[in-house]
């Protein structure tokens, strides 16, 4: 199984470009998840999605949009890109969330490594 | 607001020399407390889950407990291979999907 592959592994992009990241998963689980992870930062939460169709903001969307058109796929696009938005991103799925007593394991792509100049 | 401290920051070993992970949390009910392991230019891979005060979870050389402050990863007879960073992130009751991570612990296990 896969699991959840990344597109493209690295990238050089100027300031003021679009870009899209783009995720798939395998794993048909519901929910996906995009973070960033800065040196000092940890990981952080941009945006989410709990099943197709729906998404949410998370601790720092600004800069940032997502579609959740189908199960599989969840790209993040930077509409016009900056320096602080040079990071390495991640992309997580997990099994369907909000349920009473449980709690669900996200499991996490290989990661894309953006610079913006 | 909902933290995750982990210490130390960085902890060198001596291969077979054991030791503990710390990872201290203040959330405003607990659904879950998760440890990952995350090599250098890698995604985290998941370790463990735990649900509940007093609950411990074993794998290879690694145990982790949890109280109702904190939880601690335990590396018995620890090898080179388990270096890496070792992140634990807390999700919260409320039907909140979002995952508050610590800045993690780096780990290396020499010779």
């Known amino acids: 199984t896969a699991g959840i592959t990344q597109a493209p592994t690295s990238q050089i992009l100027a300031a003021g470009r679009s870009m899209t990241l783009r995720c798939t998963q395998d794993?048909?689980?519901?929910?996906m998840y995009w973070y960033r992870q800065d040196l000092g930062l940890g990981l952080r939460l941009i945006h989410y999605s709990n099943t197709a169709g729906t998404t949410g903001k998370g601790e720092v969307p600004d800069g940032y949009s997502v579609s959740r058109a189908n199960t599989d796929d969840f790209p993040l696009t930077l509409a016009s890109a900056v320096p602080s938005q040079t990071s390495v991103y991640f992309c997580?799925?997990?099994?369907?969330?909000?349920?009473?007593?449980?709690?669900?394991?996200?499991?996490f792509g290989p990661g894309t490594r953006l610079t913006v100049l | 607001e909902d933290q995750v401290t982990q210490s130390p920051e960085a902890l060198r070993l001596q291969e077979g020399e054991s030791s503990s992970l710390n990872c201290s949390y203040t959330v405003s009910g607990l659904r879950g407390l998760f440890w990952y392991r995350q090599d250098p230019g890698k995604g985290p891979e998941f370790l463990f889950t735990?649900?509940?005060a007093g609950e411990e979870k074993e794998k290879e050389r690694l145990k982790a407990t949890l109280t109702k402050k904190e939880s601690f990863l335990h590396i018995t007879a620890p090898k080179p291979e388990d270096s890496a960073t070792y992140l634990c992130a807390v999700q919260a009751k409320g039907g909140s999907e979002k995952l508050v991570f610590g800045k993690g612990t780096k780990l290396t296990v020499n010779p």
């Open positions: 794993m048909r689980h519901n929910a």
């Open positions: 735990l649900y509940s």
């Open positions: 997580a799925s997990s099994d369907t969330p909000g349920l009473a007593g449980g709690s669900d394991t996200q499991y």
